[in-house]
T-cell receptor, first 112, second 112 residues
Framework: RKEVEQDPGPFNVPEGATVAFNCTYS??????FFWYRQDCRKEPKLLMS???SGNEDGRFTAQLNRASQYISLLIRDSKLSDSATYLC?????????????FGKGTKLSVKP | DGGITQSPKYLFRKEGQNVTLSCEQN?????MYWYRQDPGQGLRLIYY???????QKGDIAEGYSVSREKKESFPLTVTSAQKNPTAFYLC???????????FGQGTRLTVV
């Protein structure tokens, strides 16, 4: 099993739709979790950190499920500008604490 | 302005040549990272460093070398031993383990 896995998509959704992405991780003792957004040919930019209690930022909601070892990102009322690739990142626990591992990303395309 | 600066933005290398990619940050971050991204792929970790004069290999370190002589700087050398170096190289830093990471704008390396 890969350390961090995401459905590559693409997810093609109409404007206004709600879309959800999952990201599974293999190290049950992982400490920190993040969602990044990457536009074509650009660097990834932090979208939000994922806290144990879940967190929300406007139309975006992130949740952590430690029992099933996944994090999720929910986007409500999708906009054309949400079209991008969404990457999850996980910080392992233990000997490689400094490491930061990314999934391959999920591509989202929002259509008019 | 605080941030992470990568240079150059585009780099062309002849086969058999070593090239060095620059990464500088003025965020006072302890940890720095180098990732490689191939078209349509996720980020793969090359090297990371949690402290000056110390660094660890990531998943694809072969054919690359790094140094961390100063907190602000983490240059990456792509050696002639790297057989397929054409890719998008991203440098990132974070304050400490467990915190979110921030990226530079990346360097696109092409072997000609």
């Amino acid at each position: 099993r890969k350390e961090v896995e995401q459905d590559p998509g693409p997810f093609n959704v109409p404007e206004g739709a709600t879309v959800a992405f999952n990201c599974t991780y293999s190290n049950s003792a992982s400490q920190s979790f993040f969602w990044y957004r990457q536009d074509c040919r650009k660097e990834p930019k932090l979208l939000m950190s994922v806290y144990s209690s879940g967190n929300e930022d406007g139309r975006f909601t992130a949740q952590l499920n430690r029992a099933s070892q996944y994090i999720s990102l929910l986007i409500r009322d999708s906009k054309l500008s949400d079209s991008a690739t969404y990457l999850c990142a996980v910080s392992p626990y233990g000997g490689s604490q400094g490491n930061l591992i990314f999934g391959k990303g999920t591509k989202l395309s929002v259509k008019p | 302005d605080g941030g992470i600066t990568q240079s150059p933005k585009y780099l062309f290398r002849k086969e058999g040549q070593n090239v060095t990619l620059s990464c500088e940050q003025n965020l006072n971050h302890d940890a720095m990272y180098w990732y490689r991204q191939d078209p349509g792929q996720g980020l793969r970790l090359i090297y990371y460093s949690q402290i000056v004069n110390d660094f660890q290999k990531g998943d694809i370190a072969e054919g690359y070398s790094v140094s961390r002589e100063k907190k602000e700087s983490f240059p990456l050398t792509v050696t002639s031993a790297q057989k397929n170096p054409t890719a998008f190289y991203l440098c990132a830093s974070r304050l400490t383990q467990g915190q979110e990471a921030f990226f530079g704008q990346g360097t696109r390396l092409t072997v000609v």
